[in-house]
C-alpha cells in the first residue's frame, strides 16, 4: 500500500546442511512475522471486507531447501522455501531467498538474503547465525 511506511518483520529458523566438497545442500524450517502484511491483511479486510472481519494472523512457517555455494569464508546461498501456515494465502505458496554468508569465525556468521515471491521482493534479511556440531 503506498504511503504505508516500514514495518519491522522477524524470522526464526532451523538448518541442517550436507557438506560435498564446494557444495552445500540445507534443509530446514522457518518462522516468520512480518508487521507490514499484518497491516496490509487488515487493511484488506476494512477497505474490502475480504476477511469478514476478522483478519488472519501475519505469522507463517515454511520448510525450505537450499544450495551453497562454499568459497572460503564466503557462501552464495540459492534457496526455496514452501509455506505449511499461511492463513491469509495471498501470495503462491512458495518463495524464493538468494543471499550471501559470510564466516567470520568457525562456528558464528553474519549474512543477508531477498525473500521474494516470484519477482516482487517481500523483505530483505539481516542474518546472525551459529552452528551447532553434532
Known amino acids: 500500500v503506498p504511503g504505508s511506511g516500514r514495518r519491522l518483520a522477524w524470522t526464526a529458523g532451523a538448518e541442517y546442511q550436507w557438506h560435498r566438497s564446494i557444495h552445500i545442500w540445507a534443509a ?3 518462522l516468520m512475522h512480518n508487521a507490514a502484511y499484518g497491516e496490509y491483511l487488515r487493511w484488506l479486510d476494512i477497505a474490502y471486507g475480504t476477511f469478514g472481519g476478522r483478519p488472519p494472523s501475519a ?6 531447501g537450499g544450495h551453497l555455494y562454499k568459497m ?10 514452501v509455506y505449511i501456515y499461511d492463513p491469509a494465502r495471498l501470495y503462491a505458496p512458495f518463495y524464493l531467498r538468494p543471499g550471501i554468508r559470510y564466516y567470520p569465525f568457525r562456528r558464528w556468521g553474519v549474512g543477508i538474503s531477498l525473500k521474494t515471491h516470484y519477482f516482487a521482493a517481500e ?3 539481516l542474518t546472525l547465525f551459529y552452528k551447532f556440531k553434532f
Not at 72 to 81: C, D, H, K, S
Open 28 to 30: 530446514g524450517i522457518e
Open 59 to 64: 505469522y507463517r512457517i515454511a520448510v525450505t
Open 72 to 81: 572460503g569464508r564466503l557462501r552464495i546461498y540459492t534457496g526455496l522455501g
Open 123 to 125: 523483505q530483505a534479511d
